[in-house]
């Protein structure tokens, strides 16, 4: 006989009928099937037991009856090594089960009781597409989506050959991406593509290893492809950078490898729990650059099982992970971990994955920052800072916007460089916003 394993057990006799049925409802929670003997001992050994058509039926009674909601196993009696043994065989998938009005769970060949949190839990995953947030009907209405992003998604989904449809109109592109429902916009399409939403990532610069001193603080606001890059730039412009001279020309190298810092953004707000007020958070610390999201990593996994590749991906928004999916944000199905950490190891940098009681944590470790130029960062922001003074000297007039294109630095970037010019006294603002003009001081 195998030995005891999370959908095995064995009882020595019927006498531990009770513990038997608390066994069947672990094993329910947590693999939805599975079988239990009676006859057998623990180590798999058969040692037999009397079985009359009385002793099925209790047996027969007490599971149906003993836990809910109501199984009905199919009860035999089997011979195993010339011994008569009574067979369990089980299954369902109306979790949770209860049984004799508590609540257990399967580890290993053990039954736990499961915590109020957990049970909570595991109601809501009962029913888990209808208890998805993200396919709950939005307040916000089709006229509130903004349409460029919509147009941009569907032109960089067929560009990367995921997308196999022309945009034709803004309801259409809903409709085809699954985030409408009669009509109607769902949670998925409001956090993908409204900027009026309740979507907040809180970014800021520390001045040490911990949140005593901050130097920069932002909070930055809109869908989900807007925080995406807003907060992509926020890290860019504030960690180190290096410069390696070619044969042709200069290459400039991010401390932290870009593709991995974007994909962990990209987990970061695609696995989030959009229930929660709490908002996504990037922290720059001297010696680290934490990336945090709201919500529970999946019950019974850790990050280990993903990076290994073992795994398949578990998305708490399938809706929202379609969409990235489709514009590549979101290169392969359970792969972001693994990509991460990959990355990271060719460009030897550590980065660790943490699972946090309120969410989830990836931090990038800034060890190499020690081997860069210790000013290479701050180098590469004052040219831009001069490029930007020298294009305002020739029009005092000139907008952010065009700052942007002409510098190649996001509206963004040219905003929190003037934010630092203004500090430095090196410039200010005079007039209204749209018909004033730049004083270089």
């Not at 005593?212 to 930055?220: G, R, S």
């Not at 969409?323 to 991460?340: A, M, N, P, Q």
Request: charge should be positive; charged fraction near 35%; proline fraction near 3%.
């Amino acid at each position: 006989m195998r030995q005891e394993s999370e959908t095995l057990e064995y009882k020595r006799s019927t006498s531990e009928l009770k513990e038997g049925a608390i066994s069947v409802a672990s094993i329910l929670n947590k693999h939805q099937k599975g079988d239990l003997y009676f006859g057998v001992r623990d180590d798999g050994t058969p040692v037999g037991q009397a079985i009359s058509r009385q002793t099925l039926r209790d047996v027969s009674r007490t599971m149906s009856e003993r836990i809910e909601p109501r199984v009905y196993p199919k009860v035999e009696r089997v011979r195993l090594a010339g011994k008569d043994c009574l067979r369990v065989r089980f299954s369902g998938n109306d979790i949770p089960y209860l049984a004799f009005g508590r609540a257990y769970i399967r580890v290993g060949d053990e039954d736990r009781q499961l915590s109020a949190r957990e049970l909570e839990k595991m109601f809501l995953s009962r029913n888990k597409d209808k208890a998805r947030w993200e396919s709950e009907l939005s307040e916000r209405k089709v006229s509130d989506v903004n349409a460029a992003t919509v147009r941009r998604v569907v032109k960089k989904g067929r560009a990367v050959g995921r997308v196999n449809f022309e945009f034709g109109s803004v309801r259409g592109t809903l409709n085809k991406l699954k985030l409408l429902r009669n009509g109607r916009l769902l949670n998925a399409g409001e956090a993908l593509f409204c900027n009026d939403n309740a979507l907040k990532v809180q970014a800021a610069v520390f001045a040490g290893t911990d949140k005593t001193t901050f130097l920069d603080i932002k909070q930055f606001e809109g869908n989900v492809f807007s925080l995406l890059d807003q907060a992509e730039t926020y890290v860019k412009e504030h960690i180190d950078w290096r410069v390696k001279f070619g044969k042709l020309e200069r290459e400039e190298i991010p401390e932290i490898p870009m593709d991995a810092l974007r994909e962990a953004l990209v987990n970061s707000l695609c696995h989030r729990d959009f229930r929660t007020l709490k908002g996504n958070e990037v922290a720059i610390f001297k010696d680290r650059v934490e990336i945090y999201n709201p919500g529970d990593f999946p019950e019974g996994y850790t990050p280990e099982d993903f990076i290994k590749g073992e795994e398949h991906s578990i998305p708490r928004n399938p809706l929202i992970a379609s969409v990235l999916f489709r514009t590549k944000d979101v290169e392969e199905w359970g792969s972001g971990l693994k990509r991460i950490s990959k990355e990271c190891a060719e460009s030897g940098v550590k980065v660790a994955f943490k699972v946090l009681k309120s969410g989830f944590l990836v931090t990038f470790h800034r060890e190499t920052a020690k081997e860069l130029s210790p000013s290479a960062g701050e180098e590469t922001r004052g040219k831009t800072r001069d490029k930007i003074l020298a294009l305002i000297r020739r029009n005092p007039q000139v907008t952010v916007e065009q700052l942007a294109k002409l510098t190649g630095v996001s509206a963004k970037g040219v905003e929190w460089n003037i934010a630092k010019l203004k500090v430095e006294g090196r410039l200010r603002r005079s007039g209204s916003r749209k018909a004033g003009r730049w004083d270089i001081l």
